[in-house]
């Protein structure tokens, strides 16, 4: 029996171990114009690799561009790339193309650009946008190791940030966006490179919201819209080595529970 009660000891502290870490490796940059930015979108993608997902809002169709909503899991049933975004607010927009009867740029062409032309995204009602990861075109949970975004006219410090969360959801990674200026471009992205898994990521842009085409939150805060969102390629969630612990110590229990009620002969 002593030894039932070692062995399952021994697997759960084997298991249940703190793995060798470190932090996710960062891309970072920030600038007036695309070129400020491109070197470091490169260099994220060579890092992710051909495994690699990518979302710039030029496809979506005009039926679900502004003035018309995005539905939160258009990247995951009618164009499968295993992202679903939601929000505390009311919806999303992707802004509309030009010729059209809705103002490009959500209507704010003073204060936005495009790095990958024309289309941008944001959250309606909300700074928040969380994107949650599913194995492409399922409902089966997954996780990615690797994300980025593309913030348009960040200004202030400090109110524009990334964070991502483990399947868990125990914050892992979470880092400010570099202020780009008016109409300027920040690009921000982390790859993890000790197996580390993301399962949600949270984008806050700014401090003001967009509520409509041409219609903002406050007229005094910063406000903060979206371009190119990169990731590497969705996997199904597995058990953590944690879980595998908890389950083999109760499988040894259990067996030594039946030893010691097995009727001696």
Same mark, same amino acid.
């Given at each position: 029996? %002593? ?5 399952? +000891? ?14 996710? &490796? ?13 070197? *470091? ?26 003035? #018309?909503? @995005? ?52 959250? &309606? ?18 996780? *990615? ?8 006219? &960040? ?13 868990? %959801?125990? @914050? ?28 949600? &990521?949270?984008? *806050? ?12 939150? #406050? ?35 259990? @067996? +030594? ?9």
């Amino acid at each position: 029996m %002593n030894a039932i009660y070692k062995s399952a +000891g021994a697997l759960a502290a084997l298991l249940l171990a703190p793995a060798a870490g470190a932090a996710l &490796v960062t891309f970072e940059a920030a600038g007036a114009t695309p070129a400020a930015i491109a070197a *470091t979108s490169d260099a994220f993608r060579a890092a992710v690799g051909g495994g690699r997902r990518e979302i710039n809002w030029d496809g979506v169709p005009g039926t679900v561009a502004d003035p #018309n909503l @995005l539905p939160g899991n258009f990247f995951n049933s009618t164009s499968p790339r295993g992202a679903v975004f939601s929000t505390p607010g009311t919806g999303f927009l992707v802004s509309a193309n030009a010729g059209g009867a809705t103002p490009t740029l959500f209507g704010f062409p003073n204060d936005f650009q495009a790095f990958s032309a024309q289309r941008l995204f944001t959250a &309606v009602g909300s700074n928040i946008t969380d994107v949650t990861f599913f194995v492409p075109g399922t409902a089966i949970a997954a996780t *990615t190791s690797a994300f980025a975004a593309i913030f348009v006219d &960040v200004e202030v410090a400090g109110l524009t940030k990334m964070e991502f969360f483990d399947p868990s %959801n125990s @914050l892992i990674f979470s880092r400010d966006v570099q202020v780009g200026g008016n109409q300027g471009l920040s690009f921000l992205g982390a790859v993890a490179n000790a197996g580390e898994k993301i399962a949600r &990521v949270r984008l *806050t842009s700014g401090a003001n919201t967009i509520t409509a085409n041409g219609s903002l939150g #406050n007229a005094l805060d910063d406000v903060v819209v979206m371009d190119d969102f990169l990731y590497a390629e969705p996997n199904q969630v597995v058990p953590e080595p944690s879980s595998l612990a908890l389950a083999g110590l109760g499988l040894l229990c259990g @067996l +030594g529970w039946m030893r010691r009620r097995r009727p001696e002969a």
